[in-house]
T-cell receptor, first 113, second 116 residues
Framework: GENVEQHPSTLSVQEGDSAVIKCTYS??????FPWYKQELGKRPQLIID?????GEKKDQRIAVTLNKTAKHFSLHITETQPEDSAVYFC????????????FGTGTRLLVSP | NAGVTQTPKFQVLKTGQSMTLQCAQD?????MSWYRQDPGMGLRLIHY???????DQGEVPNGYNVSRSTTEDFPLRLLSAAPSQTSVYFC???????????????FGEGSRLTVL
């Protein structure tokens, strides 16, 4: 089955800096990669996703890149703000048959003012 | 439109007790699932359902039962609670598959369970 590794487990940056979180997956057939953000004590919420037929996707200050050959994908947050502080989870899935997301172990991002 | 509602938000149990975590969604989603969240381990799938009357096991099903008698409700039952089941539990639903492909996986607010 699919296995997703996520690094780093914690990341501290200064406000205005960029943050990068990386994930690797094991199943080359996986073709959909969402990212979820979980603020302290809150529910995870989808912030961006990418399909395997796209190399990069942007939404304002966040972007996701995908390298299918190396089987890794990354979340990039530019001009970080304190409200970006949260736990971020990557996930991978093969969108055929029964769909069961496999999540990474999470990255705690702390943005200091 | 309340989305996904979980109850209770907090619960303390003694080893061996049983309980049910309730999950209800009002979005007419066919797909529902239960995850547990443990420090350093991310979100792991316990059980899932692709429609009323249909359930199946996820990655960590032992010690839990589910049923799906209606589209709206997907309760999770702990049969005989153990300290290893201390965790935060999330129910989720989506309209486009368990993973929310081409759509979002909507999570409830979570239920924090402590087993003593």
């Amino acid at each position: 089955g699919e296995n997703v590794e996520q690094h780093p487990s914690t990341l501290s940056v200064q406000e205005g800096d960029s943050a990068v979180i990386k994930c690797t997956y094991s199943d080359s057939a996986s073709n959909y990669f969402p990212w979820y953000k979980q603020e302290l004590g809150k529910r995870p919420q989808l912030i961006i996703d990418i399909r395997s037929n796209v190399g990069e996707k942007k939404d304002q200050r966040i972007a996701v890149t995908l390298n299918k050959t190396a089987k890794h994908f990354s979340l990039h947050i530019t001009e970080t703000q304190p409200e970006d502080s949260a736990v971020y989870f990557c996930a991978a899935i093969k969108d055929t048959g029964f769909q069961k997301l496999v999540f990474g172990t999470g990255t705690r991002l702390l943005v200091s003012p | 439109n309340a989305g996904v509602t979980q109850t209770p938000k907090f619960q303390v149990l003694k080893t061996g007790q049983s309980m049910t975590l309730q999950c209800a969604q009002d979005m007419n989603h066919e797909y529902m699932s239960w995850y547990r969240q443990d420090p350093g381990m991310g979100l792991r799938l316990i059980h899932y359902s692709v429609g009323a009357g249909i359930t199946d096991q996820g990655e960590v099903p032992n010690g839990y039962n589910v049923s799906r008698s209606t589209t709206e409700d997907f309760p999770l039952r702990l049969l005989s609670a153990a300290p290893s089941q201390t965790s935060v539990y999330f129910c989720a639903s989506s309209y486009s598959g368990l993973a929310g492909v081409d759509g979002e996986l909507f999570f409830g607010e979570g239920s924090r369970l402590t087993v003593l």
